[in-house]
């Protein structure tokens, strides 16, 4: 039997293979909202800062996303038989796009709920009798009419509450350091490769419910289902900075490598290349090192 299949590699020659596989926790969610949906949260009182402990509220809401499914792809298929005799034959006739899931843990103000709630909210406002959507406040539905028994929903064009999602994927070794093996202890800062999913024309369809116990305390997670019309993948190389010396890595907040220690006094901004609107950084290490 003859094949071109490598069946031995020295331990050595694939260790930095194995060492440098993907971890499933090095991940970042951003909800970058705009259009109508800002201005109804508002409304809800929902960007009071302090009921996110002074973040914003929706940057607080992206890092309390405990669990993300990145998507596949299901090619819908057809069948055609008879242009080879005995062969069935199968082509994809349309592109099948899963819905997409995200966990939040529930932070103490409720913000989280508050948020996808009120999108929801925003996508099927109701409507009284007396004409005309019922008001919203910091406080929710104005109780006296949306009690009313004849209110009655309708639902808003797609344009109006679709948003972008982005979930990037980035490795360990973002914003670290490597040695660049010369004499004068010289290091390169260092960003991993990333893969930015955007899915477009996204809004929640299903939001599952949430139980809540005596028994067994624990973080109460949320879990919010998708639609999206279709997404696209970007992805970025790893980028070196500007080559600094040891002792410039004083001003920096980075684990040395081969060193065992970690300097510490600031730290810059992210900059993962052409996904710097996911993660907020405008500048890049060059910019910082200056």
């Known amino acids: ?41 508002k409304n809800t009182g929902f960007y009071n800062t302090q009921n996110s402990d002074g973040l914003d509220p929706i940057e607080s809401i992206e890092l309390l996303c405990s669990a993300a499914i990145l998507p596949g792809t299901n090619l ?20 099948q796009y899963p819905e997409l899931s995200l966990t939040f843990y529930v932070d103490s103000n409720h913000q989280v709920i508050k948020f996808f709630e009120e999108w929801t909210n925003y996508i099927t406002p109701l409507y009284s009798t007396k004409g005309g959507e019922v008001p919203v406040t910091n406080k929710g539905l104005l109780a006296s009419e949306a009690k009313n028994e004849n209110d009655y929903f309708r639902m808003r064009y797609p344009n109006k509450y679709t948003q972008t999602i982005y ?29 930015t999913y955007e899915f477009v024309k996204a809004y929640p369809s299903n939001i599952v419910a949430s139980a809540v ?10 879990t919010v289902t998708f639609v999206y019309s279709r997404y696209f993948v970007n992805t970025s190389q790893p980028e070196f900075g500007t080559t600094i010396t040891l002792p410039d890595l004083k001003t920096f907040n980075f684990s040395l490598p081969n060193l065992g220690e970690t300097t510490s006094s600031k730290t810059p901004p992210l900059n993962i290349g052409g996904v710097d609107q996911v993660i907020g950084n405008t500048a890049g290490f060059d910019a910082n090192i200056a």
């Open 1 to 41: 039997m003859s094949s071109n299949q490598k069946l031995y590699y020295p331990i050595d020659s694939v260790k930095n293979t194995f060492s440098k596989v993907s971890m499933t926790s090095f991940y970042k969610v951003a909800f970058p909202i705009s259009g109508g949906l800002t201005d109804w949260l």
């Open 76 to 95: 819908k298929m057809t069948e055609v038989m008879g242009n080879r005799q005995g062969i069935l034959e199968k082509y994809p006739i349309f592109k």
């Open 167 to 195: 979930i990037t994927k980035f490795e360990r070794d973002l914003n670290t350091v490597k040695p660049t093996g010369t004499k004068n202890n010289a290091y390169k800062l260092q960003n991993s490769s990333t893969l």
């Open 213 to 222: 116990a005596y028994e067994g305390t624990s973080v109460l997670s949320y």
